[in-house]
């Protein structure tokens, strides 16, 4: 992967690597400061950002209940991921910043998450 210009993209949301086994129900990310995050597959599915599963603005909320297995990954630009599910759904871009942020609340909060955080405000997705 490319290494993303440092103006659009804030040093501690830089990926250095990213896994995502197949079959393996999570998916990983090796930042430039060398922390890791490791978020299930459940959780970035349910977190999903796009209009479609989220409508125009408004926070992101957490809906369960829709296919987690992460079929495809691209890169967008140099500033964030499309995901595409088992049921085909690829719309929600992931920025790196919005994973950054998943990641940090998945470590902080774990299986507790979503029923803390149900909803995540609409900034917390914006792409640098």
Not at 30 to 44: E, F, M, Q, T
Not at 55 to 67: D, I, T
Not at 98 to 103: E, F, H, T
């Amino acid at each position: 992967m490319p290494d993303p210009s440092p103006v659009s993209i804030p040093p501690h949301s830089r990926p250095l690597s990213i896994k995502a086994p197949q079959g393996e129900p999570w998916f990983e990310v090796r930042w430039y400061d060398d922390s890791l995050s490791r978020i299930p597959n459940a959780i970035l599915r349910g977190y999903c950002p796009c209009a479609g599963c989220q409508g125009h603005g408004g926070p992101v909320s957490y809906q369960a209940g829709h296919n987690d297995e992460l079929r495809e990954i691209e890169p967008v630009g140099n500033y964030a991921l499309r995901l595409v599910w088992g049921d085909g759904h690829g719309s929600g871009l992931y920025s790196f910043d919005y994973l950054r942020k998943l990641g940090d609340l998945y470590a902080q909060h774990g299986e507790e998450l979503t029923r803390l955080h149900p909803s995540l405000p609409a900034r917390a997705t914006a792409s640098g």
